[in-house]
């Protein structure tokens, strides 16, 4: 199933530590997804959330790892996003914890930079990649800490830094595994997902996000199903969040994923979010997308796509002649002017459709002298979830 299939590994006690998060709660699928892969192994996991454990800080993290139990590895993510946290968190590992090797890796980089092996000089190698097909390779050499037989890994020997690239031209298209969703307090985030949030068990809808892209790789749709239909089977999730900001930018494979999709009759009962920062989406696949269960569709994000009004207009006009009124339809825009002329013409032709900008740009008390305070929110592009927006 997974990328490197070890020739022996040694079974080992394996200690996670996931950084906290900006703003909302969002479940990290790489960490759990590597747990899988760990555990697929044969080694014996635990795992420390910080954000499903917010109101007890480190107390938790440090009551684990004072416990009688030596821990072999120690994997720390986010920490080139984080670095300053991750620095604060290895020092406490490496006083409770000496003898174990620290292993950072980060989420949301294909890559990491070099500055991060001197800012924690308490990581004893660093994952230069992602986390799942890499786990493998370098849990082999662990114990004899040659990190340069392991591929996908950053580490610093004898003063000099070493890079050993992961080949991903060849990978496993199944080596997103589904993520060990037991390794966390899954209600913690379900509550807060859910429609209205509180006890996800008496919500009229369950929300959860998942993870089918990494950098330039994505699964393949059966794998994308098979890890929504685990969802909806273990906790009768109602719709899914799909974490890819350009996921209408791949028609051939969102074509492939809708038939496998419908082939699994999870049309019927599961919903999802469409994230894009594509246009045009043809119209059959507007159709299809209609068909399968899309219920709500986010356009745009911050990361330099620019729509200016003529382009919006022509979207909002495409999607109202596909008829697809039901939509909740999400525009992120960095572009003020573009943010008024939007909500502007949405207000005036009675289309339901909401607008986000940073908060870095004009005020409440101007959107209510324009009358647009219902349709345009601020908001910071990374902690906006499709769902609560609706709220």
């Given at each position: 199933?997974?990328?490197?299939?070890?020739?022996?590994?040694?079974?080992?006690?394996?200690?996670?530590?996931?950084?906290p998060s900006n703003g909302k709660l969002r479940?990290?699928?790489?960490?759990?997804?590597?747990?899988?892969?760990?555990?697929?192994?044969?080694?014996?996991?635990?795992?420390?959330?910080?954000?499903?454990?917010?109101?007890?800080?480190?107390?938790?993290?440090?009551?684990?790892?004072?416990?009688?139990?030596?821990?072999?590895?120690?994997?720390?993510?986010?920490?080139?996003?984080?670095?300053?946290?991750?620095?604060?968190?290895?020092?406490?590992?490496?006083?409770?914890?000496?003898?174990?090797?620290?292993?950072?890796?980060?989420?949301?980089?294909?890559?990491?930079?070099?500055?991060?092996?001197?800012?924690?000089?308490?990581?004893?190698?660093?994952?230069?990649?992602?986390?799942?097909?890499?786990?493998?390779?370098?849990?082999?050499?662990?114990?004899?800490?040659?990190?340069?037989?392991?591929?996908?890994?950053?580490?610093?020997?004898?003063?000099?830094?070493?890079?050993?690239?992961?080949?991903?031209?060849?990978?496993?298209?199944?080596?997103?595994?589904?993520?060990?969703?037991?390794?966390?307090?899954?209600?913690?985030?379900?509550?807060?997902?859910?429609?209205?949030?509180?006890?996800?068990?008496?919500?009229?809808?369950?929300?959860?996000?998942?993870?089918?892209?990494?950098?330039?790789?994505?699964?393949?749709?059966?794998?994308?199903?098979?890890?929504?239909?685990?969802?909806?089977?273990?906790?009768?999730?109602?719709?899914?969040?799909?974490?890819?900001?350009?996921?209408?930018?791949?028609?051939?494979?969102?074509?492939?994923?809708?038939?496998?999709?419908?082939?699994?009759?999870?049309?019927?009962?599961?919903?999802?979010?469409?994230?894009?920062?594509?246009?045009?989406?043809?119209?059959?696949?507007?159709?299809?997308?209609?068909?399968?269960?899309?219920?709500?569709?986010?356009?745009?994000?911050?990361?330099?796509?620019?729509?200016?009004?003529?382009?919006?207009?022509?979207?909002?006009?495409?999607?109202?002649?596909?008829?697809?009124?039901?939509?909740?339809?999400?525009?992120?825009?960095?572009?003020?002017?573009?943010?008024?002329?939007?909500?502007?013409?949405?207000?005036?032709?009675?289309?339901?459709?909401?607008?986000?900008?940073?908060?870095?740009?004009?005020?409440?008390?101007?959107?209510?002298?324009?009358?647009?305070?219902?349709?345009?929110?601020?908001?910071?592009?990374?902690?906006?979830?499709?769902?609560?927006?609706?709220a």
């Open positions: 199933m997974y990328i490197i299939t070890p020739l022996y590994h040694i079974p080992m006690k394996i200690y996670f530590v996931s950084l479940l990290n699928n790489w960490m759990l997804g590597t747990i899988q892969v760990c555990e697929s192994m044969g080694h014996v996991t635990a795992t420390f959330d910080a954000d499903g454990n917010r109101t007890f800080g480190t107390n938790i993290m440090k009551m684990d790892l004072s416990r009688p139990v030596d821990w072999d590895v120690i994997i720390i993510d986010k920490v080139e996003t984080k670095t300053d946290l991750a620095k604060e968190y290895t020092k406490i590992i490496k006083n409770i914890q000496p003898d174990a090797i620290i292993i950072g890796t980060e989420n949301y980089t294909e890559s990491l930079g070099d500055a991060v092996i001197d800012a924690l000089p308490d990581i004893d190698v660093f994952i230069d990649g992602f986390a799942e097909p890499v786990m493998p390779g370098i849990l082999d050499v662990a114990f004899n800490s040659r990190f340069d037989q392991a591929p996908g890994t950053l580490h610093k020997y004898d003063g000099i830094i070493e890079r050993k690239p992961f080949e991903t031209d060849g990978l496993d298209p199944f080596y997103f595994p589904i993520p060990a969703y037991d390794s966390v307090n899954m209600s913690i985030y379900l509550n807060s997902m859910c429609e209205p949030p509180g006890d996800y068990k008496k919500a009229k809808k369950r929300v959860m996000n998942v993870l089918w892209m990494r950098g330039t790789y994505r699964a393949t749709p059966e794998r994308a199903v098979e890890q929504a239909s685990a969802l909806r089977n273990m906790y009768a999730i109602d719709e899914i969040i799909i974490d890819d900001d350009d996921f209408l930018g791949s028609p051939s494979w969102v074509k492939v994923f809708l038939k496998v999709w419908n082939d699994n009759s999870l049309y019927r009962y599961l919903g999802f979010t469409a994230k894009t920062i594509s246009w045009p989406a043809d119209d059959a696949l507007l159709w299809s997308l209609r068909e399968s269960g899309c219920r709500r569709l986010e356009i745009g994000g911050n990361i330099g796509v620019e729509f200016n009004a003529d382009i919006i207009h022509n979207i909002v006009d495409e999607l109202r002649h596909n008829l697809i009124p039901e939509w909740d339809i999400t525009f992120k825009l960095d572009d003020m002017t573009t943010a008024i002329d939007l909500a502007s013409f949405c207000k005036h032709e009675n289309i339901k459709c909401k607008t986000i900008i940073p908060s870095t740009i004009i005020g409440d008390e101007k959107l209510k002298l324009l009358g647009l305070q219902n349709l345009i929110h601020h908001d910071k592009f990374d902690d906006v979830i499709s769902h609560n927006i609706w």
